[in-house]
């Protein structure tokens, strides 16, 4: 069972365009909800996190927008850049993300000039 | 952020061998994990790394084939043993840190032949 459900798989954006990236989860648990950016050869670097007391959260290009009742949170890349190409995840944890987290299944983002 | 390093980086071993790798932190955490991204796949936990105890395992997950040792609060070892080709996949250590979120290290990319 996916307790993270993150779409779409691939998004082709021209350069300057948005990036948009959705997730969905079930475990009305789940308090904690960060972005992670990997290029290939790397480690994933945290990008991004939001808790469920606020419904949006921006930091440079990058924003999280959470749908608490809807249980989904999605995020949006501005003015898209080649340099952005890489796999993004969504995840997911409990206790104020103080446990293990659970990974959507990522989404491999090509910016195009 | 924690600084994460891990050893070796990538490595090509044969079957039915073993293989430790290392993770060092540069400041004491007292969270740390392992997980396993298969190729082109997303991130699953395999255990959560307990100093001066046995880690937790998640589903799936053994200690006789995943052994991981946790000395002190700044080093861990994840020991892949009797190794298969299935095992191909890339280890990442993980952290956490007080309310900064949870950090990756680079990766150790394995190949099983």
């Known amino acids: 069972q996916q307790q993270v459900k993150q779409s779409p798989q691939s998004l082709i954006v021209q350069k300057g365009g948005i990036s948009i990236i959705n997730c969905a989860y079930e475990?009305?648990?789940?308090?904690?909800f960060p972005w992670y950016q990997q290029f290939p050869g790397k480690g994933p670097a945290l990008l991004i996190a939001?808790?469920?007391?606020?419904s949006e959260k921006k930091e440079g290009r990058f924003t999280i927008s959470f749908n608490k009742s809807a249980k989904q949170f999605s995020l949006h890349i501005m003015d898209s850049q080649p340099g952005d190409s890489a796999t993004y995840f969504c995840a997911a944890s409990t206790g104020s993300g103080n446990t293990p987290l659970v990974f959507g299944k990522g989404t491999r983002l090509s910016v195009i000039a | 952020s924690a600084v994460i390093s891990q050893k070796p980086s990538r490595d090509i071993c044969q079957r039915g061998t073993s293989l430790t790798i290392q993770c060092q932190v540069d400041s004491q955490v007292t969270m740390m994990f392992w997980y396993r991204q298969q190729p082109g796949q997303s991130l699953t936990l395999i255990a959560t790394?307990?100093?001066?105890?046995?880690?937790?395992?998640e589903s799936g997950f053994v200690i006789d084939k995943f052994p991981i040792s946790r000395p002190n609060l700044t080093f861990s070892t994840l020991t892949v043993s009797n190794m298969s080709p299935e095992d191909s996949s890339i280890y990442l250590c993980?952290?956490?840190?007080?309310?900064?979120?949870?950090?990756f290290g680079p990766g150790t990319r394995l190949t099983v032949l």
């Open positions: 939001i808790r469920p007391d606020v």
């Open positions: 790394a307990n100093q001066g105890s046995e880690a937790t395992y």
């Open positions: 993980s952290v956490l840190t007080g309310g900064l979120g949870q950090f």
């Open positions: 475990n009305t648990a789940f308090d904690y």
